[in-house]
């Protein structure tokens, strides 16, 4: 009978468990067969970021060990970009309001202009949107390499004269978790994906 | 009553332009950059609601929106230094909405554009 009521209440604690809000692990994944302990067990393996070295506004550089035990949000614009770039920062300077003070959140904005986006701009756009403190990082570095990178967010980034600003990105904030693995992609333009973005990062911020 | 429904069909038609409406046309092109509220965004991007740049009376709000504007300018004490981009295919009709939307929403005092004022207006941008 003991049994039978610990059983039950493992069942009740298990099911509201479940019931707790998880984000899903987007991005490419591989499923592997691995052996353990003599049986062949399929497990999946997501795809995280790999390191890179870029510099931030106040001439730091920034690394994924940088932001070991935090979780972050990406993005990539440039400071001159006349069309998506403002309602993009404008959402984000939401999210940054609201977890200034939470030394576990980061945002990490690339910019895919590293010619004109020099240390010296990057640190006079951040001081002008109102970003003095915290952990908005506005980072600069080899053109390639955050070119490179941003296809590991799953964002487009590349040089078309046909574009206004003669760069074409897309306006995507992607959300990284602790394990550098992406748990969320948000239309930057949009103020409901901004609202949905907090709501997310709330409720990775729970997640062990 | 014939008589009057046309009167008042005659004033319809000459107080708005045809075409989208201000308030569409400020959402599709504007509040992007310059916030919902005309608020503007930090020091970047100058506010449009209670600008002393804009309440100054000389200045060319149709040949600003067309063209665009490049270099420093100075709205309510902050220098701003990004450049902004022109709607160049706005339609003159358009371009009469959308000013007599931000007219209306912030300026009260300043009076509605029209067709051939902003005609002339563009005719002599810089």
Known sequence: MRVVVVLMLMFVVACKHSQVDKLPILGNKDVVQKEVNGVMVTDTVYQTIPDFEFINQNGKPVTQQSLNGKIYIADFFFTTCPTICPAMKRNLLTVYNQFKENDTVAILSHTIDPVHDSVAVLKDYATRLGVTSGQWYFVTGNKDSIFQIAQYYLVSAHEDEQAAGGLLHSGHLVLVDKQKRIRGLYDGTVEEDASKLIKDIDILLKEL | ?126
């Open chain 2, 1 to 126: 009553m014939k008589y009057s429904c046309f009167l008042l069909f005659l004033l319809f038609i000459t107080s708005c332009a045809e075409g989208p409406s201000g308030e569409s046309l400020y959402i599709g092109q504007c509040a992007g950059c310059h916030g919902k509220e005309g608020e503007g965004l930090g020091q970047l991007i100058p506010p449009l609601a209670d600008s002393d740049f804009i309440r100054k009376n000389n200045i060319r709000l149709s040949c600003i929106i067309i063209h665009g504007l490049e270099g420093p300018i100075v709205v309510n004490g902050v220098t701003y230094n990004s450049s902004m981009p022109g709607v160049p295919k706005l339609k003159n009709a358009d371009l009469v909405n959308l000013i007599n939307y931000i007219h209306k929403r912030w300026y009260n005092d300043k009076p509605m554009t029209t067709i051939p004022i902003v005609s002339d207006e563009l005719a002599e941008c810089k």
